[in-house]
């Protein structure tokens, strides 16, 4: 559910300079001279398909990935905005996978050698790579 919040919260920040509402249904924006966006049929498809169990619907940017400041109303992505870019993003979480599999590895050699500077470098190079990456994943 917290997606429709966020989502409502979105098109919020995005309409309210140019004086548009956010309305849950039709009759609500009909009411009010149809001078807004309606949600309610969108957000009722969200709903349906979470509750049913089915595989996430692919949407980019995705809700899941748009975060609001709600003092400033500033929004952040941290996700692709294409099905292009998904893939890239992708390919970098599983590059960071890659790169924590190595560390843990190369920890457990650093357990049977505890001396071996190369190795204490070569994880911590590798620890920053990784946290660098996941700070531009949004993670």
Not at 35 to 63: D, Q
Not at 68 to 96: L, N, Y
Request: glycine residues 8%; negative net charge; hydrophobic residues 35%.
């Amino acid at each position: 559910m917290h997606i429709v919040v966020e989502i409502c919260a979105l098109l919020a920040s995005l309409t309210r300079p140019i004086g548009r509402a956010v309305f849950m249904d039709e009759q609500a924006c009909k009411q009010r001279g149809g001078f807004g966006i309606c949600l309610g049929p969108t957000l009722m498809f969200v709903a349906r398909h979470e509750a049913l169990g089915l595989e996430p619907i692919e949407m980019y940017p995705h809700p899941d990935h748009i975060h609001i400041d709600m003092r400033t109303g500033e929004s952040v992505v941290h996700g692709p905005f294409t099905k292009e870019e998904k893939v890239i993003w992708d390919q970098a979480r599983k590059h960071k996978e890659d790169i924590d599999e190595e560390i843990e590895f190369l920890a457990c050699m650093l357990k049977e050698d505890p001396d071996n500077q190369t190795l204490r470098k070569t994880i911590e190079q590798n620890r920053g790579i990784s946290k660098r990456t996941a700070g531009l994943l949004g993670e």
